[in-house]
């Protein structure tokens, strides 16, 4: 059965009735970090679990966007986090720190055999097109892949898309940018540089701290741990911009993370702003203009920064990187204000640790101009460590019954959104929600229904330290 065009032009599509593929009790859409921890919790609760996937391995933006660290301080992590870091240090695939930096390959496999003993299954190369609903509960997903179109139905589904793709389908209602005009944060493509003199490029940096961002964070110089962060060059790009050799809008150079003895590094740099990661136009944009974006990177280094001098491009990122597009409206919206005052939830699920600047426009701003001169954010402040709670209600969407988020896009607005959307946030909630939906499908409830004090208790069984902010108190910096 196949589409038609009509005598008047249009094209129509034939009723027809779609195979069920699977029936599951958790079903998890999307298998970067929040749907990996998302499944495993749930698999670990007893669920039937499966994972949905539209690259061909797990990991998301960890992966296929090459965004090779967790901003998570190591000696922070708790439960399935940390089993999670210990499996990699283990093999030798992760470096613990301030942050932790990993190898994306040995994370992939690593996840595969995390989901593999929780008795997960996974399918990938998958994408979801349509969600199948019930007099407003969502009963499974309509999938296209190599076996056509499929239907998948399950008990509880958890939306870890990082674009409430799920959600957005189901009616729930959402906010799509800055509350104020629908901008989002930029996109980026990110991308290895091979061949690089990592010690030169270090001694370059200590001899001119005015260049740079005085971020401890920011620029950190640890050969020794393998701990290189660097963020600034910024008279060395202008140089280059006057010279034509970099486009108007970039301010910085930026090294993401290194790999000290194997001369290679990470560079997250481009950036495109006005674009909207929930639209295939505007994504194939961001893809087009990051890679002639990456050239002009890769010949700036070479040309002016010491080190770099025979140093080439090694592979980039399979997938742009998105960094905003759509948050629920759950029953409880998470605000800054919440995160700098340390606000403290009675149905807290899960608690993250993030170094920001209050009240800045940073954390990528939707305006540009990122890390130019009137960026204090960037070439002025320190960044202080706050802890903070999320809970359940923000999981939970509105209006829609049988649905949990975790991720990108839990209910929070754009400004708590800085702290929210970066991985370790994603893999806190992706515990909560895999929990939750796990002990919800097995009293046949809806989420909204769950017992919230059985949750926290299986989430303290698994690891999870729920009372951290309690003890420590508002921002430990402050």
Request: glycine share 10%; with cysteine; aromatic share 6%.
């Amino acid at each position: 059965m196949t589409a038609s065009i009509d005598a008047a032009g249009r094209v129509c599509e034939p009723l027809r009735e779609l195979p069920v593929a699977r029936k599951v009790d958790v079903l998890v859409v999307g298998g970067g970090i929040s749907g990996l921890l998302a499944a495993v919790a749930a698999g670990r609760c007893g669920a039937r679990t499966l994972v949905v996937e539209r690259f061909g391995s797990l990991g998301g933006t960890g992966t296929a966007a090459m965004m090779n660290l967790f901003y998570v301080p190591y000696e922070m992590s708790r439960g399935l986090v940390r089993e999670l870091f210990d499996r990699l240090i283990a093999r030798g695939g992760a470096i613990p720190g301030e942050f932790v930096v990993y190898d994306p390959e040995l994370y992939k496999v690593t996840a595969l055999e995390m989901l593999a003993e929780a008795q997960v299954d996974v399918l990938l190369h998958t994408l979801v097109s349509d969600v199948v609903m019930d007099d407003g509960i969502i009963r499974g997903i309509v999938i296209e892949n190599k076996s056509g179109r499929q239907v998948i139905l399950s008990r509880v589904t958890v939306d870890a898309s990082g674009d409430a793709d799920v959600a957005a389908r189901a009616g729930a209602r959402y906010i799509k940018g800055r509350e104020a005009d629908g901008k989002m944060r930029p996109m980026t493509l990110i991308f290895r540089m091979g061949g690089v003199d990592v010690p030169r490029l270090v001694e370059y940096v200590k001899k001119h701290p005015e260049d740079f961002s005085p971020d401890p964070l920011q620029c950190m110089l640890d050969i020794e741990h393998h701990m290189i962060r660097v963020f600034g060059f910024f008279n060395l790009v202008e140089t280059a911009k006057a010279n034509g050799e970099l486009w108007p809008d970039c301010y910085y150079f930026r090294v993401e993370s290194v790999l000290p003895e194997r001369g290679v590094l990470t560079v997250n740099a481009t950036r495109v702003y006005g674009v909207d990661g929930t639209k295939a136009e505007d994504l194939s944009r961001a893809e087009i203009e990051t890679r002639h974006q990456m050239i002009q990177l890769a010949a700036f280094a070479a040309k002016y920064i010491p080190g770099f001098e025979h140093a080439f491009i090694l592979d980039s990122a399979s997938t742009i990187g998105v960094r905003e597009t759509r948050r629920i409206r759950g029953e409880y919206v998470v605000t800054e204000d919440d995160i700098v005052a340390g606000r403290h939830y009675d149905d807290v699920v899960a608690v993250d640790a993030n170094q920001q600047n209050p009240h800045q426009q940073g954390g990528h701003p939707p305006d540009g101009k990122e890390g130019g001169p009137q960026d204090v954010e960037a070439r002025e402040l320190i960044a202080r460590m706050f802890v903070y709670e999320i809970p359940y209600r923000a999981l939970v969407a509105a209006d829609v019954e049988g649905l949990l988020v975790a991720g990108r896009c839990i209910s929070v607005d754009h400004h708590a959104d800085v702290y929210t959307r970066n991985q370790g946030c994603a893999m806190v909630t992706g515990v909560a929600a895999g929990v939750a939906a796990a002990l919800a499908s097995a009293a046949g409830q809806s989420p909204r229904q769950v017992d919230v004090n059985a949750v926290q208790a299986r989430l303290r069984g698994l690891g999870a330290d729920l009372d951290l902010l309690r003890r420590l108190g508002p921002s430990p910096a402050m």
